[in-house]
């Protein structure tokens, strides 16, 4: 099945530092998307990606479709206190009627004031 | 309006209670997901409706039975839990894959407790 490697696991940084986020798998995805989950919340939909190559901003956030459509990075300017959480890049393989999404294991993100 | 909505937002129950958890959409979306979510990991999937009928069913036990009544409502009835079980639910909904479109979008999902 498809593997998803995402880091870093975990990372501590100072408020207005910028973060950046990977993820890189060993198969071709055609769809990539971020994610933010707050403690005991849903998955919010943070960026998607839909071609090799794309880079899409929202807000403070930058996401790119890597050129192989085998990785994707999240990069996040600024930071602020209420970036913390934890973020989660899936991706879709290609594949009629296939369904499923793919998930890095996360990056857990905290912010010190 | 991107919102899934998820009912009830916590449950505790008994390992002999039947419950259901319940799903809604509103963006026109065909195809809908139940997953389970444990601490710290990503979420797993569970089952895929597409066009209300179901799709995938991830090896799931049949202990979790789901249901789709509309092209809006998705439900998950759970009977004779065990307490591994306990978990986050969470459901979500996207345009079919031959859209180009498959962003799903999750609802907040439901803490289930199995004492």
């Known amino acids: 099945g498809q593997q998803l490697n995402q880091s870093p696991q975990s990372m501590f940084i100072q408020e207005g530092e910028d973060v950046s986020m990977n993820c890189t798998s060993s198969?071709?995805?055609?769809?990539w998307l971020w994610y933010k989950q707050d403690p005991g919340e849903g998955p919010v939909l943070l960026i998607a990606?839909?071609?090799?190559?794309e880079l899409t901003s929202n807000g403070r956030l930058t996401a790119q479709f890597g050129i192989t459509r085998k990785d994707s990075f999240l990069n996040i300017s600024a930071s602020i206190p209420s970036d913390v959480g934890i973020y989660f890049c899936?991706?879709?393989?290609?594949?009629?009627?296939?369904?499923?999404?793919?998930f890095g294991k996360g990056t857990k993100l905290s912010v010190i004031p | 309006d991107t919102e899934v909505t998820q009912t009830p937002k916590h449950l505790v129950m008994g390992m002999t209670n039947k419950k259901s958890l319940k799903c809604e959409q509103h963006?026109?979306?065909?195809?809908m997901y139940w997953y389970k979510q444990k601490a710290k990991k990503p979420p797993e999937l569970m089952f895929v409706?597409?066009?209300?009928?179901?799709?995938i069913n991830e090896s799931v036990p049949s202990r979790f039975s789901p249901e789709c009544p509309n092209s809006s409502l998705l439900n998950l009835h759970l009977h004779a839990l065990q307490p591994e079980d306990s978990a986050l639910y969470l459901c979500?909904?996207?345009?079919?894959?031959?859209?180009?479109?498959?962003?799903?979008?999750f609802g907040p999902g439901t803490r289930l407790l199995v004492l």
């Open positions: 409706y597409s066009y209300e009928k179901l799709s």
């Open positions: 899936a991706g879709r393989y290609s594949g009629a009627g296939s369904y499923q999404l793919t």
């Open positions: 990606l839909y071609k090799a190559g």
């Open positions: 198969s071709i995805f055609n769809t």
């Open positions: 979500a909904s996207s345009q079919l894959p031959t859209s180009g479109q498959e962003t799903q979008y």
């Open positions: 963006m026109g979306h065909r195809a």
